[in-house]
């Protein structure tokens, strides 16, 4: 069964409980607060030699936009 989770804005703790609040009971639905800060840590000033990693598996264009625009963003995740 897939799960439904709501990614909420740090900055909207009003929204944040307000859901957990509205699916409490629902035990398919998970409200969270977003984690990660404006500032990316990766970020360095000095490059380096090679990229060990591959494509940022965090990137999620999509959901960052929403979350900027409108405070939170749904993601559905299969089992």
Do not use: K
């Not at 909420?8 to 699916?23: G, I, K, S, T």
């Not at 990766?42 to 960052?64: I, K, N, S, W």
């Amino acid at each position: 069964m897939d799960r439904l989770i709501f990614i909420v804005r740090a900055d909207r703790a009003d929204l944040y409980e307000a859901l957990r609040a509205a699916f409490a009971r629902e035990h398919e639905v998970e409200v969270v607060l977003e984690r990660r800060s404006a500032v990316n840590r990766r970020q360095h000033t000095l490059p380096h030699p090679t990229e060990r990693r591959g494509v940022d598996r965090r990137a999620r264009p999509a959901v960052d936009a929403e979350l900027r625009e409108r405070g939170w963003s749904l993601v559905r995740r299969s089992s």
